[in-house]
Protein backbone atom coordinates (compact mmCIF):
# COMPACT_ATOMS: atom_id res chain seq x y z
CA UNK A 1 0.00 0.00 0.00
CA UNK A 2 1.37 2.99 -0.80
CA UNK A 3 1.83 5.41 2.42
CA UNK A 4 3.13 8.74 1.12
CA UNK A 5 1.49 10.11 -1.65
CA UNK A 6 2.50 12.94 -3.46
CA UNK A 7 -0.13 15.26 -5.86
CA UNK A 8 1.23 18.04 -7.70
CA UNK A 9 -1.93 19.99 -8.14
CA UNK A 10 -1.66 22.92 -11.01
CA UNK A 11 -5.45 23.87 -10.06
CA UNK A 12 -7.28 22.08 -12.97
CA UNK A 13 -9.79 20.45 -12.90
CA UNK A 14 -7.69 16.56 -14.00
CA UNK A 15 -5.68 17.48 -10.49
CA UNK A 16 -8.42 18.07 -8.37
CA UNK A 17 -9.59 14.56 -9.73
CA UNK A 18 -6.29 12.76 -8.95
CA UNK A 19 -6.73 15.01 -5.52
CA UNK A 20 -9.52 12.77 -4.83
CA UNK A 21 -8.12 9.68 -6.02
CA UNK A 22 -5.20 10.21 -3.55
CA UNK A 23 -7.46 11.05 -0.65
CA UNK A 24 -9.42 7.44 -1.39
CA UNK A 25 -6.43 5.53 -1.55
CA UNK A 26 -4.80 7.20 1.90
CA UNK A 27 -8.05 7.06 4.00
CA UNK A 28 -7.63 2.87 2.78
CA UNK A 29 -4.17 2.71 3.38
CA UNK A 30 -4.07 5.06 6.07
CA UNK A 31 -1.59 7.32 4.01
CA UNK A 32 -1.16 10.85 3.74
CA UNK A 33 -1.49 13.15 0.88
CA UNK A 34 1.65 15.94 -0.05
CA UNK A 35 0.03 18.26 -1.97
CA UNK A 36 2.77 20.16 -4.51
CA UNK A 37 2.49 23.15 -6.89
CA UNK A 38 5.45 24.27 -8.39
CA UNK A 39 5.51 28.19 -9.60
CA UNK A 40 7.13 28.55 -12.97
CA UNK A 41 8.01 32.21 -13.73
CA UNK A 42 7.93 32.76 -17.52
CA UNK A 43 11.85 33.09 -18.69
CA UNK A 44 10.80 36.33 -20.05
CA UNK A 45 9.81 37.66 -16.82
CA UNK A 46 12.19 37.45 -13.59
CA UNK A 47 11.55 36.67 -9.80
CA UNK A 48 11.44 40.44 -9.48
CA UNK A 49 8.68 41.34 -12.33
CA UNK A 50 6.55 43.61 -10.38
CA UNK A 51 2.49 43.47 -10.54
CA UNK A 52 0.44 46.21 -9.65
CA UNK A 53 -2.31 44.70 -8.67
CA UNK A 54 -5.75 46.85 -10.42
CA UNK A 55 -8.19 48.37 -7.32
CA UNK A 56 -5.90 47.12 -4.11
CA UNK A 57 -4.98 48.79 -2.09
CA UNK A 58 -1.94 46.54 -1.12
CA UNK A 59 1.28 48.28 -2.75
CA UNK A 60 3.35 46.12 -6.04
CA UNK A 61 4.63 42.81 -5.10
CA UNK A 62 6.88 41.05 -7.34
CA UNK A 63 5.15 38.60 -9.18
CA UNK A 64 7.35 35.05 -7.80
CA UNK A 65 6.15 36.47 -4.38
CA UNK A 66 2.22 36.90 -6.10
CA UNK A 67 2.46 33.52 -7.73
CA UNK A 68 3.68 32.03 -3.99
CA UNK A 69 1.03 33.58 -2.06
CA UNK A 70 -1.89 32.67 -4.28
CA UNK A 71 -0.96 29.28 -4.59
CA UNK A 72 -0.52 28.99 -1.06
CA UNK A 73 -3.96 29.95 -0.28
CA UNK A 74 -5.36 27.53 -3.03
CA UNK A 75 -3.63 24.87 -1.52
CA UNK A 76 -4.45 25.50 2.05
CA UNK A 77 -8.00 25.50 1.48
CA UNK A 78 -7.55 22.56 -0.73
CA UNK A 79 -5.95 20.86 2.63
CA UNK A 80 -8.60 21.94 4.38
CA UNK A 81 -11.12 20.02 2.42
CA UNK A 82 -9.70 17.17 2.52
CA UNK A 83 -8.62 17.05 6.04
CA UNK A 84 -12.10 17.13 7.06
CA UNK A 85 -12.59 13.51 4.83
CA UNK A 86 -9.85 12.35 7.11
CA UNK A 87 -7.12 12.35 5.43
CA UNK A 88 -3.53 13.53 6.79
CA UNK A 89 -2.02 16.30 4.44
CA UNK A 90 0.74 19.22 4.11
CA UNK A 91 1.04 21.25 1.26
CA UNK A 92 4.32 22.70 -0.12
CA UNK A 93 5.12 25.36 -2.89
CA UNK A 94 8.09 25.61 -4.72
CA UNK A 95 9.41 27.44 -7.39
CA UNK A 96 11.42 26.43 -10.81
CA UNK A 97 10.85 23.97 -13.74
CA UNK A 98 7.57 21.54 -12.45
CA UNK A 99 9.04 18.08 -13.93
CA UNK A 100 12.55 18.72 -11.96
CA UNK A 101 10.82 19.93 -9.02
CA UNK A 102 8.45 17.40 -8.61
CA UNK A 103 10.90 14.47 -8.81
CA UNK A 104 13.07 15.85 -6.65
CA UNK A 105 10.41 16.56 -4.10
CA UNK A 106 9.30 13.12 -4.40
CA UNK A 107 12.85 11.84 -3.71
CA UNK A 108 13.52 13.87 -0.50
CA UNK A 109 10.05 13.29 1.14
CA UNK A 110 10.57 9.27 0.05
CA UNK A 111 7.27 9.04 -1.78
CA UNK A 112 5.76 6.00 -2.43
CA UNK A 113 3.62 7.01 -5.40
CA UNK A 114 3.02 10.45 -7.14
CA UNK A 115 -0.85 10.64 -8.35
CA UNK A 116 -1.58 13.20 -11.27
CA UNK A 117 -4.15 14.22 -13.61
CA UNK A 118 -3.55 15.11 -17.31
CA UNK A 119 -5.01 17.23 -19.66
CA UNK A 120 -5.48 14.72 -22.49
CA UNK A 121 -3.85 17.21 -24.98
CA UNK A 122 -3.30 15.21 -28.36
CA UNK A 123 -2.30 15.89 -31.77
CA UNK A 124 -0.29 19.71 -32.55
CA UNK A 125 -1.65 20.77 -29.22
CA UNK A 126 0.32 18.48 -27.05
CA UNK A 127 3.63 19.10 -29.55
CA UNK A 128 3.32 22.60 -29.00
CA UNK A 129 2.56 22.35 -24.96
CA UNK A 130 4.19 19.42 -24.18
CA UNK A 131 3.19 17.45 -21.27
CA UNK A 132 4.54 18.15 -17.49
CA UNK A 133 2.57 14.44 -16.72
CA UNK A 134 4.24 12.77 -19.79
CA UNK A 135 7.86 13.76 -18.33
CA UNK A 136 7.12 12.99 -15.03
CA UNK A 137 6.49 9.01 -15.63
CA UNK A 138 9.46 8.85 -18.44
CA UNK A 139 11.24 9.91 -15.40
CA UNK A 140 10.58 8.83 -12.14
CA UNK A 141 11.76 6.04 -10.36
CA UNK A 142 9.22 5.43 -8.30
CA UNK A 143 4.97 4.67 -9.76
CA UNK A 144 2.98 7.64 -11.09
CA UNK A 145 -0.55 6.84 -11.52
CA UNK A 146 -2.18 9.64 -14.14
CA UNK A 147 -6.21 10.14 -14.32
CA UNK A 148 -8.21 12.52 -16.51
CA UNK A 149 -11.07 14.20 -15.63
CA UNK A 150 -13.54 14.58 -18.25
CA UNK A 151 -15.19 17.76 -16.97
Known sequence: ????IVVPHDFSSSANHA???ARDHAKLAGGKLLLLHVV???PSFGPDTTLILDGSSEPPV???DYAV???TDHLNDLAQRLRADGVEVATYVRVGVPVDEILKFAGEHAANVIVMGTHGRT????LLAGSV????????SIPVLTTRHAG
Open 62 to 64: GMQ
Open 69 to 71: RRA
Open 133 to 140: TEKVVRAS
Open 40 to 42: DIP
Open 19 to 21: AAL
Open 1 to 4: MWKT
Open 123 to 126: GFRH
